[in-house]
């Protein structure tokens, strides 16, 4: 059974820099390096939506929101795919969940609070 797992959340402030991360079990190393893998938010009240995506081949999608502040990576090797958070804002502040497409899979999720 395919599970991933976040970590890294946290309480930051405005302007602040975080880093969460992803890690797939259940999966060989070599599905896990052949698919896309997605970042997710869900703010209160809010429905989810698309933060940034990553390929197989390293190729990169991001949300208006989130381009040109956050960093979509992955180390195959450690089936782990990264969120590199820069000049956090309050608006987000949400649940962060990263996405497996190819197996429907989703994390638990990711608590990212930024205060003003």
């Known amino acids: 059974q395919v599970r991933l797992v976040e970590s890294g959340g946290g309480l930051m402030q405005a302007g602040e820099s975080l880093t969460i991360f992803c890690v797939g079990t259940?999966?060989?190393?070599?599905?896990?390096?052949?698919?896309?893998m997605g970042w997710y938010r869900q703010a209160p009240g809010k429905e989810r939506e698309l933060v940034a995506t990553?390929?197989?081949?390293?190729?990169?999608n991001y949300s208006d929101s989130a381009k040109g502040r956050f960093t979509i990576s992955r180390d195959n090797a450690k089936n782990t795919v990264y969120l590199q958070m820069n000049n956090l804002k309050p608006e987000d502040t949400a649940v962060y969940f990263c996405?497996?497409?190819?197996?429907?899979?989703w994390g638990q999720g990711a608590q990212v609070t930024v205060s003003s």
């Open positions: 996405h497996l497409p190819a197996f429907d899979a």
């Open positions: 259940g999966v060989s190393g070599a599905s896990f390096r052949i698919n896309t």
């Open positions: 990553i390929t197989s081949g390293g190729n990169t």
